[in-house]
């Protein structure tokens, strides 16, 4: 079973490059907060999550994942998978994204561009004798 997800987030660090058997990826480490504002609307923190993601290096380069910077607030998709281990009676959790997309949070028409790599035609200006009455 196969779950999509979207992790929205900040960029622990700049993207780095990381070579695994001999080919090239960019790492990014996405830090996610959850947590809730409390009577006083002070935010409470309740966990927080990494999410490690490779992405291809050509891929990464080409739509500006490597040039991201620490900080910057990015929203990722992919689809989770998680593995756990076992060391020393502590159980870990590693989750990661397959087939990733990243885009910076505030730019919402590059999540649009990510997301759907084929545009669709843009639709036909109204022509001039366009007539909005309803005729009801």
């Known amino acids: 079973m196969t779950t999509k997800v979207t992790v929205k987030g900040h ?4 993207p780095a490059k990381k070579t695994i058997n001999g080919k090239e990826y960019i790492e990014a480490v996405v830090l996610s907060n959850e947590g809730y504002f409390n009577k006083e609307k002070e935010w409470v923190n309740t966990s927080r999550n990494d999410f490690s993601i490779l992405f291809n290096a050509p891929y990464a380069e080409k739509n500006g994942i490597a ?3 620490k900080g910057d607030a990015v929203q990722a998709e992919g689809f989770l998978n998680v593995k756990t281990s076992e060391k020393d009676g502590v159980t870990y959790v590693n989750m990661s ?4 997309r990243m885009v910076l ?3 919402p028409e590059a999540a649009a561009e990510a997301v759907d790599t084929k545009k669709a035609p843009a639709a036909p200006a109204p022509s001039a004798d366009f ?4 005729p009801f």
């Open 11 to 14: 960029l622990a660090r700049d």
């Open 67 to 69: 040039s991201m910077k």
């Open 97 to 100: 994204l397959r087939s990733p």
């Open 105 to 107: 949070a505030s730019k």
């Open 131 to 134: 007539d909005d009455e309803i």
